[in-house]
C-alpha cells in the first residue's frame, strides 16, 4: 500500500476520526475530520485527511460552497472518483434536508414573508435562478412546493399557466411564489415586478390569495434571511 493512500482504519489510532468521535463525540471534529470519514480513503499523493483539507480549501473553507459542487466537478479533483463525489454530495444534500426539515414540516403555518424564506432558502441555494411555488389551503397550511422552472445565472422564464394549473390540482387557495438571485443581490428587477403583476393577476381571475413573492439570495449570507418580500416592501 503507498504510504499516502492511507484509508482510515488503517491510520494510527489518535488520528482517525472515527475513533475520535467514539471517543470524544461528533462535536470534537472538525469539518475536514469529518468530510474525511464520509470520503473513506486518501488518493496516491496524499492521504484522507489532507484530501479532505485541500477540498474544503478550494471550496474557501465552506461546506457551502462544498455543497454547491457537482458530482462532474468533484471528480475533477485528484482521487475524488464516483464513489467518494457521489458520497460527498449525498452527505451535504442530507444536511441541507435536515436544516429545511428543522424549519418547517408539513404541518407548517405559512405566515409571513420568513415562512417562506424559511421553507425555500435550502431549495434556492443553488448557482442558477431558479424559480418556485408553494401551495396552501385556507388556513395558510402547506400542501405542496414545487419547482416551476430552472433557468442560468441572471433568469429564468416563468410559465404562469403552470402556477395556477399546479394550485388548482392540489386545490389550494393561497400561494406563495420565490426565485433566487445567483449573484446574491436580492433588488427586484423591472421582469420581477412585471411578473409579479402578471401572478397577481392570474391568481384573482382564478380566486386565489398571491401571499408574497420572495427573492432569495445567498442561502448563508451575512448570518441567513438574505432576501426581499414584495409584501413586506409594498409591492403587492
Request: glycine share 6%; charged share 25%; aromatic share 4%.
Amino acid at each position: 500500500m503507498d504510504k499516502n493512500n492511507i484509508p482510515i482504519k488503517s491510520m494510527a489510532k489518535e488520528d482517525m476520526p472515527r475513533e475520535k468521535m467514539l471517543a470524544n463525540g461528533r462535536k470534537a471534529l472538525s469539518n475536514s475530520e469529518l468530510l474525511a470519514i464520509v470520503i473513506g480513503s486518501g488518493s496516491q499523493n496524499m492521504n484522507v485527511l489532507e484530501l479532505a483539507k485541500r477540498l474544503l480549501k478550494e471550496s474557501n473553507n465552506s461546506l457551502v460552497d462544498l455543497s454547491r459542487k457537482e458530482i462532474s466537478e468533484l471528480k475533477k479533483e485528484d482521487g475524488i472518483g464516483d464513489a467518494k463525489a457521489v458520497s460527498i454530495v449525498a452527505a451535504l444534500e442530507l444536511g441541507s434536508r435536515m436544516w429545511a426539515e428543522t424549519k418547517n414540516s408539513e404541518d407548517s403555518v405559512i405566515k409571513d414573508s420568513l415562512s417562506i424564506y424559511n421553507i425555500l432558502a435550502s431549495d434556492l441555494d443553488m448557482p442558477n435562478e431558479l424559480f418556485y411555488a408553494i401551495y396552501l389551503n385556507n388556513r395558510n397550511k402547506l400542501i405542496t412546493k414545487k419547482q416551476i422552472s430552472s433557468g442560468g445565472l441572471t433568469q429564468t422564464s416563468v410559465d404562469v399557466r403552470m402556477i395556477i394549473k399546479n394550485a388548482v390540482e392540489c386545490n389550494a387557495t393561497v400561494i406563495a411564489v420565490a426565485h433566487n438571485h445567483p449573484s446574491g443581490s436580492v433588488k427586484p428587477s423591472k421582469e420581477d415586478i412585471n411578473l409579479t403583476k402578471r401572478i397577481k393577476e392570474a391568481c384573482e381571475i382564478m380566486d386565489i390569495k398571491l401571499l408574497d413573492h420572495v427573492i432569495i439570495g445567498e442561502h448563508f449570507a451575512s448570518g441567513g434571511n438574505n432576501y426581499f418580500s414584495f409584501y413586506d416592501n409594498g409591492l403587492l
